[in-house]
């Protein structure tokens, strides 16, 4: 760009000119059309609904996958479209709110949302906003899926599980009624002067009976597993809270889990009962238990221990398989199971004589340790 003057200063004339490079302005200027130019290109061939929409939630440009979604005729449509013509009441607020966070961070927020279609219908979709350079400012590229059918499914999901929950819990109820008639007509037999053979089957029929008990209390603890949501939990205070609720008389409890939450279900408490039950069923004379926790390559290993006989090592495996061992055999394996569904494992590796250890391993993102707690 020429820039020219003339000066008299000094009784003498002379022209001046200045020169102003613009090659690189304007190879930005080029730059930054051809990238939107391809922008709107890959947008408009993307087969899942696309915006970009300014700060003030009107839509700057839309791709045919977007209009198709709100069932909008781009030749019909308001000017300028803004996101209140077709989301919720509830919606918009927390559009207006996310926009609002991507404009200050700069951050993408990802969030469902409900639209309304021009003939009325309701979908759910969910957005996620990223902060953009769209006509040389900033904007929001929102690419949306429609989620409707997958919500739906999700809640006639857990519509039906209420359901099997409510009916699963009336019919647990009448059984145990009925099996706790049967054990006590059974009690009443045994307490008769009868044959003696009489009396090993009548034994042999409470056992049967008190299985029978036990396993319908089982499918109770699945009910509470499929319906209970996750949650962090001190796991200090989950111990505390166990042994309020069961007395392990003149056996010692050590408790070094300060700071450490967990992320898991509240069934949880029952993996801490059931360890303690078995140290006190199965460990001979245990004086001692401890609970600690130590780190491992970014997993925890929570730790429970007592001062019993032991477990030989060939059965460290075996006493997690269902029906294996004393009683119902379901006490270990329970446990596993509980584990496995908040994405832990489990593991005996204590020395015979010296007794139990159970290592429970906690992957990373599952676990955490807050000073000062």
């Not at 294996?324 to 596993?336: A, E, N, Q």
């Not at 509980?338 to 015979?352: F, H, V, Y």
């Amino acid at each position: 760009m020429l820039s020219s003057y003339k000066s008299t200063d000094s009784g003498i004339d002379y022209l001046c000119s200045i020169i102003l490079d613009i090659t690189e302005k304007k190879a930005s200027e080029r730059l930054l059309k051809e990238i939107e130019s391809q922008q709107r290109l890959i947008i408009e061939n993307v087969h899942d609904p696309v915006v970009i929409l300014d700060f003030n939630g009107n839509v700057l440009y839309g791709n045919p996958a977007a209009y198709s979604i709100c069932e909008l005729s781009p030749g019909s449509l308001p000017s300028p479209l803004n996101i209140r013509d077709f989301l919720s009441p509830e919606s918009l607020e927390k559009s207006l709110a996310d926009l609002a966070e991507i404009k200050r961070t700069g951050n993408p927020v990802i969030n469902e949302y409900t639209l309304i279609t021009q003939s009325g219908k309701v979908r759910t979709v969910e957005a996620a906003g990223h902060l953009i350079q769209w006509n040389g400012a900033d904007a929001d590229l929102v690419s949306i899926r429609d989620i409707t059918d997958r919500k739906e499914d999700k809640d006639a999901l857990l519509q039906a599980n209420r359901k099997l929950t409510i009916l699963s819990s009336i019919t647990r109820h009448d059984i145990l009624n009925q099996v706790t008639a049967l054990l006590g007509y059974l009690e009443l037999l045994a307490d008769h002067d009868l044959d003696p053979e009489i009396h090993t089957y009548i034994e042999k029929c409470l056992s049967c009976t008190t299985t029978i008990r036990s396993q319908i209390a089982f499918t109770k603890l699945v009910d509470d597993i499929r319906n209970k949501s996750l949650m962090w939990q001190y796991a200090e205070r989950m111990i505390t809270h166990v042994l309020d609720g069961y007395s392990i008389g003149p056996i010692t409890c050590q408790v070094d889990l300060k700071g450490l939450y967990l992320y898991a279900d509240p069934i949880l408490e029952k993996v801490i009962f059931t360890l303690i039950e078995n140290s006190i069923r199965h460990g001979d004379h245990v004086t001692r238990i401890a609970f600690s926790y130590q780190i491992d390559d970014g997993d925890c290993i929570f730790v429970y221990e007592d001062d019993g006989s032991g477990i030989l090592d060939d059965e460290k495996e075996k006493i997690f398989r269902q029906g294996y061992g004393k009683h119902t055999g379901l006490g270990l394996f329970l446990i596993r199971e509980i584990l496995a569904i908040n994405k832990m494992t489990i593991s005996e590796t204590g020395t015979l004589g010296s007794g139990a250890r159970f290592e429970i391993r906690v992957p990373a993102g599952k676990w955490v340790v807050k000073e000062g707690v």
